[in-house]
């Protein structure tokens, strides 16, 4: 423990998160309190049938909702308490997306796309152009920089993206169906890439995904099911 009773292990940390929405007249409750802790360097897997409450998780632990009841703290800070702005600061200095749809901006390249989560961070951005350029290399793009999505196949976009989530250096990616919009052959080729980033760096991946190729390598696997938690493998230990 550090000397604020905090786990340095432990990157994030959820505590009876429940989620509930008005239908009407009705409450709909899609999340109904689930706890769970992530360690540093894990990768995690969310499994678990369409309309379980994964994608709700997933945007609460990344702070783009917020739960109806239920704590969430990331690297020790807890993010309930922030208001919209810090919210969105925290954000972009701590937490990477990759969603099913690779959400790049049609206008700029594939360069300027990595670059965004720097500009968003007020920083003069153009001293963070090496980095970008390296991301892109990493992934198998470096011959691509100038290149706008359009002319980029699916695969390729989303390898952009994944470049992207790692600009800002965040201490954890969270992935909604990564896989989703791909072929086969693009998406063990996605697969493959968010292994040897997870291995190269360390770094944390918390996937929500049908995708059974995911679990291969996986350290624990979470399966939900009517908004809780059906089931729980750890397949192998986080070094």
């Known amino acids: 423990m550090n000397k604020n009773g905090q786990n340095p292990n432990i990157i994030l940390q959820a505590e009876q998160i429940t989620k509930s929405y008005r239908s009407g007249p009705e409450t709909v409750d899609v999340l109904k309190g689930i706890s769970l802790r992530i360690r540093r360097g894990e990768m995690l897997i969310i499994m678990g049938p369409s309309g379980v409450g994964k994608s709700t998780l997933l945007n609460i632990l990344g702070t783009l909702d917020r739960p109806t009841t239920g704590t969430v703290k990331i690297d020790g800070r807890e993010v309930n308490q922030m208001d919209e702005e810090q919210l969105a600061r925290f954000r972009n200095q701590n937490i990477g997306f990759i ?60 390898r952009v993206a994944v470049a992207r989530a790692l600009m800002n250096q965040p201490a954890i990616i969270l992935a909604d169906e990564p896989t989703g919009d791909l ?9 493959e890439l968010m292994i040897s980033l997870q291995e190269k760096y360390g770094q944390t991946f918390v996937i929500v995904t049908h995708n059974e190729m995911f679990t291969r390598r996986a350290h624990r696997v979470i399966h939900l099911w009517d908004g809780q938690i059906a089931e729980e493998k750890v397949l192998r230990p986080v070094e």
């Open 99 to 158: 969603f099913q749809f690779h959400y790049l901006l049609p206008e700029f390249t594939a360069l300027e796309n990595v670059l965004i989560p720097r500009m968003i961070r007020g920083r003069d951005w153009k001293k963070d152009i090496p980095r970008a350029k390296t991301l892109l290399q990493e992934v198998g793009l470096g011959e691509r920089l100038d290149h706008r999505p359009s002319e980029l196949s699916g695969g390729e976009q989303q």
């Open 183 to 191: 072929d086969r052959k693009n998406s063990e080729l996605l697969y």
